[in-house]
């Protein structure tokens, strides 16, 4: 009903007898993005204690970008490892007002998910994407349709200055939330 949700909490669904979840962080790594850095690596913690604290199986990945897709981080269990590809994350680049989330948030779509696992994407960004441009070939139907395929629920925390015209049309979907960036 459009109705927007403001708290958010990643539960065990035992409907299917599995509690193993697969996470993904699709960064903007972009010079604008330095205090958003900083809360990932601050809070990556928390958030692994959290899951942890649901008894979810749960692993970590991560794709980084700015108008190319920088790194792909594959799945991982150790928080610590984790932690290290967190902490070698700094903002840089940019220039453009736009980036590449769309081939970001393909690539992600692309790692080696678990058979059973419910699989959430966590896509950070400040800025709009570019579209069947020069930067990417790819439209919001071809991600939302790789998304879809692989069963995967894509939230976005971004600014409310891009919600609509491009959070949005990849979020809900796939069933994800926007969560306010500030």
Not at 45 to 72: K, P
Not at 106 to 127: K, M, N, P
Request: hydrophobic letters at 40%; glycine letters at 8%.
């Amino acid at each position: 009903d459009q109705t927007r949700i403001y708290d958010f909490s990643l539960i065990r669904d035992t409907t299917a007898g599995g509690n193993s979840v697969d996470v993904v962080f699709v960064l903007d790594v972009t010079g604008s993005m330095g205090g958003e850095i900083t809360e990932v690596k601050n809070n990556l913690g928390a958030f692994a204690s959290s899951l942890e604290d649901q008894d979810l199986d749960y692993r970590l990945a991560m794709v980084t970008f700015l108008d190319v897709v920088e790194n792909v981080y594959d799945f991982t269990e150790d928080v610590d490892l984790f932690q290290t590809y967190i902490d070698a994350q700094y903002a840089h680049g940019g220039g453009d007002w736009k980036e590449n989330s769309l081939d970001a948030i393909y690539a992600a779509t692309q790692l080696q998910f678990r058979d059973q696992s419910t699989r959430e994407f966590i896509w950070i960004t400040d800025a709009g994407y570019h579209i069947n441009a020069g930067q990417t070939t790819l439209t919001v139907e071809d991600v939302v349709n790789a998304l879809l395929m692989n069963g995967i629920t894509c939230h976005a925390v971004a600014g409310s200055d891009i919600q609509v015209q491009y959070t949005d049309p990849i979020t809900y979907p796939t069933g994800g939330d926007w969560f306010d960036i500030n």
